[in-house]
C-alpha cells in the first residue's frame, strides 16, 4: 500500500469536509419537502428524493449554476431553494432585481401530488370551501390534498375576523383553480394544481401592468396591506407581494418555504 503523505491526506480531508458540509446544506433545505408533505415524500437518498410510492426524483441535476431564466424554465429540485422565502413583515424597500422566492417550480414534483391539469388529473381532487362565511363571501374550488382547502378555510376564518378596512382586498377574490399557463410563458400556473388564490385584483399590483423605468428596472407597488399576508403565511401559503416581479393578489400553498 502506498503511503499518502500527511500534508496530502490533510488536504483531501478538508475537501471532503467542504463537500460534506456544502451537501449538509443542501439537504436540509431540500429536507422541508419531506416535512412540508409527509402523506407523499418519504426521505432523501443521496441525490434522490424518495416518495412514498417508492417513485424517486433527482434532487440536483448536477448542470450546475443557472441563470434567473434558466432557473423558472428548467429547475431542479434543489433550485426551488436558490432564493429563501423572507419570513415576516418584508424589510423596507423592494425586493432585490430577480429576487422572486416561491416562482422556481419543479413541474414534476407537483404535478404528481396534485395531478396534470392538462390531463384532466386536478379537478377530481378540488373540492368547495366557502370564503369569508361571515361576509358573505362566495364559494371558491380548491384541493383538497395535502390538506390545502382546510388550511384556506382556516385562513378564510381569521380574515373573516378582521376588521372592514380589509374586506375590500379580500372580495371578490378573482379566482382559484383554473388550468391556464403563466402570463408570457407555457409554464402551468400554481392555479392549475389548485394550490392558489387571487385576491381582489381592483386592490392588487402585477409588475407586468407596468412599464421598466429608464434603467428597465420594474417599480414595486403594493396596496395589500401585510396583516393580510400574514394569516395566509400561518397557513403555508406564500405571498407574490414579496417577488420583485410581483403579484400582490396571488398565494398559493408552499409550506416547504417557510420552514426553518
Ligand atoms: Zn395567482
Not at 384541493?143 to 372580495?171: M, P, Q
Request: with cysteine; hydrophobic share 35%; charged share 25%.
Amino acid at each position: 500500500m502506498r503511503r499518502v503523505p500527511a500534508m496530502m491526506l490533510a488536504y483531501c480531508m478538508s475537501l471532503l469536509t467542504v463537500a460534506a458540509s456544502a451537501a449538509a446544506d443542501g439537504a436540509s433545505q431540500v429536507h422541508a419537502l419531506i416535512k412540508a408533505y409527509p402523506d407523499f415524500l418519504d426521505r432523501i437518498d443521496g441525490n434522490d428524493l424518495v416518495w412514498k410510492d417508492g417513485t424517486r426524483m433527482s434532487v440536483d441535476d448536477k448542470k450546475g449554476a443557472k441563470d434567473f431564466e434558466s432557473l423558472l424554465e428548467k429547475p431542479d429540485i434543489k433550485d426551488q431553494f436558490a432564493m429563501s422565502y423572507p419570513l415576516g413583515r418584508p424589510a423596507a424597500g423592494p425586493p432585490q432585481p430577480n429576487f422572486d422566492p416561491g416562482r422556481v417550480r419543479y413541474m414534476p414534483l407537483f404535478d404528481k401530488m396534485y395531478g396534470d391539469c392538462t390531463k384532466g388529473e386536478t379537478l377530481p381532487k378540488l373540492v368547495e370551501i366557502t370564503w369569508l362565511p361571515k361576509k358573505n363571501g362566495e364559494k371558491l374550488k380548491i384541493t383538497a390534498v395535502n390538506g390545502v382547502a382546510e388550511r384556506l378555510a382556516a385562513v378564510s376564518r381569521e380574515l373573516d375576523e378582521l376588521s372592514d378596512e380589509f374586506v375590500k382586498f379580500l372580495k371578490p377574490t378573482s379566482g382559484t383553480y383554473n388550468c391556464r399557463v403563466i402570463a408570457g410563458t407555457d409554464r402551468i400556473s400554481a392555479h392549475g394544481h389548485g394550490i392558489a388564490i387571487d385576491i381582489n385584483s381592483d386592490q392588487s399590483d402585477y409588475w407586468m401592468w407596468t412599464k421598466p423605468d429608464s434603467n428597465g428596472l420594474y417599480p414595486y407597488r403594493n396596496r395589500v396591506p401585510y396583516e393580510i399576508a400574514e394569516i395566509f403565511e400561518k397557513y403555508g401559503f406564500i405571498w407574490g407581494g414579496k417577488w420583485y416581479h410581483y403579484d400582490t393578489m396571488h398565494f398559493e400553498y408552499r409550506p416547504e418555504l417557510l420552514l426553518r
